[in-house]
């Protein structure tokens, strides 16, 4: 059946509500399609398909453990060269709000002295970095979407997933107003590194983040990346690509079978906009994706799993013999070629589990292994990060902290990660400590627009957003 794994991302977000302004409440509610069967070859609706590849302990990846040590940071090496001339340049830069950069670019030009139109922009990129206030990290909002409905009649078929679809996914169309109307608002995407820095002694400090008067700094994250094989034909994107001018672009299986090319999804979407509107990014930033590895990343099927043809799901068992040509190792190549071209635009990229587990209720051994399978099938894919995004709103402690106790963290911390994200419902969860970064997340989807219209109005008008060919009531938990 095409539709066994009914509902994964609806699991993201069930327990999402257990958080509130007042912290984070447990998460050990009884909600049937959360409990997946991990390795199952028969999956319930709504069951996550969380372990369809062989244990990383027993199968070497030949063919993907080279690791290009991609940084989590935007990697300035790795910008496109263009033939902007320095003052076109500096324009970009300072629109993005960094100033000194603007200035020390300018400055450092062997003509600078000589050159007035140079030293007029200095002086006025001078004037505009001192109007410029820091903004309190303690009240940064962090918004995230999972994967965008790009034809609503498919994806609201009144079929099994149309339900889960409903509850936790956004249109493109709704995702278009919510954005516009943000940055109608003042709103600017930055980053959680932006918001804290790891010390070269290990330790954690604060970061700064300068604005001038009226802009709003945000942090955007999409969850599953992925384009898993439940989701096929049911109106959403397919991969990510590299178009012919080395842009980042969605395809899209259309009825016929033939390929469209275009903005389809959150990636796209958000590049054409800053094109159009350099100032909704500081310094260049993006989002992030929280990217899970059991059907593979950015819509290409590189787990281990498809090249060895062991302990498959059904859906990756159709895959394959729907797809006797498969190439592991060109699809491996395809999906570096799509995330270093996503790092180079300011994108990044967090763990969000490789079998999209509940933190809160896995055991510590379950994780190390499930890690260990991110590390291996992965990173070396989108380059190791520091951010972890935990799947089904979880996390490993609760609303008062980490502390050296919790066997989880301490876990995680070695690994390398710093920066934790939740889900949380309040309008701001941050906790800046010396050892770690934690930030909770908002979710902005059907649930919420339909019954927590208020809670968004802070950043957008649910009534200008609505997207009117929704089903409606919404299904609630």
């Not at 902290?401 to 994200?421: L, M, T």
């Not at 979710?443 to 009117?468: A, H, I, K, Q």
Request: negative net charge; proline residues 4%; charged residues 25%.
């Amino acid at each position: 059946m095409r539709k066994k794994a009914a509902c994964v991302m609806a699991a993201v977000l069930c327990v999402s509500l257990g958080f509130s302004g007042c912290g984070i409440l447990p998460f050990e509610q009884d909600i049937p399609f959360l409990n997946s069967k991990a390795g199952s070859t028969e999956t319930e609706k709504g069951t996550v398909q969380t372990d369809g590849s062989q244990d990383a302990d027993t199968e070497q990846n030949t063919d993907t453990t080279e690791n290009e040590q991609q940084g989590t940071s935007l990697n300035e090496g790795e910008q496109a060269e263009t033939q902007e001339s320095p003052l076109e340049q500096a324009s970009l830069m300072a629109t993005q709000y960094n100033y000194d950069g603007a200035i020390e670019l300018l400055k450092s030009q062997p003509d600078y002295d000589s050159n007035t139109d140079m030293q007029n922009a200095v002086a006025d990129y001078e004037n505009t970095k001192a109007t410029c206030t820091e903004y309190p990290l303690e009240q940064i909002t962090h918004v995230f979407f999972h994967t965008l409905i790009k034809d609503t009649s498919k994806a609201f078929d009144g079929e099994s997933d149309s339900d889960g679809y409903n509850q936790y996914m956004t249109t493109i169309d709704e995702f278009n107003k919510i954005i516009q109307n943000m940055y109608d608002k003042g709103y600017v995407m930055v980053s959680p590194h932006d918001m804290a820095v790891v010390n070269e002694d290990g330790t954690m400090s604060r970061g700064s983040i300068m604005l001038p008067p009226g802009k709003i700094p945000f942090v955007l994250s999409q969850d599953d990346v992925s384009y898993y094989h439940y989701m096929d034909g049911d109106g959403f994107a397919s991969k990510l690509v590299v178009d012919s001018n080395g842009e980042v672009k969605n395809e899209y299986i259309e009825d016929d079978g033939s390929i469209s090319t275009g903005d389809y999804d959150m990636v796209p979407l958000i590049d054409t906009f800053v094109k159009e509107h350099p100032d909704f990014s500081y310094h260049g930033r993006k989002g992030i994706l929280a990217m899970t590895g059991y059907n593979g990343v950015l819509g290409y099927r590189t787990d281990i799993a498809y090249k060895t043809g062991k302990k498959l799901q059904d859906d990756q068992k159709k895959f394959l013999e729907e797809n006797p040509d498969f190439d592991y190792k060109q699809e491996v190549k395809n999906a570096k070629k799509v995330a270093k071209a996503m790092k180079a635009e300011g994108w990044e990229f967090a763990s969000h589990t490789w079998g999209h587990k509940d933190v809160g209720a896995t055991s510590l051994d379950d994780l190390k292994r499930d890690d260990k399978k991110w590390q291996k099938y992965v990173a070396p894919i989108l380059g190791k990060t520091d951010m972890i995004i935990f799947a089904f709103g979880a996390d490993i402690g609760s609303w008062e902290g980490y502390s050296a106790d919790n066997e989880k963290y301490e876990f995680y911390k070695s690994q390398g990660y710093r920066y934790f994200c939740n889900v949380d419902s309040s309008q701001y969860f941050v906790q800046i400590t010396g050892d770690y970064f934690r930030q909770g997340r908002r979710n902005l989807d059907g649930y919420r627009m339909y019954y927590n219209p208020e809670m968004l109005s802070d950043l957008f008008d649910v009534s200008e957003v609505w997207d009117s060919s929704r089903p409606t009531p919404v299904p609630g938990m």
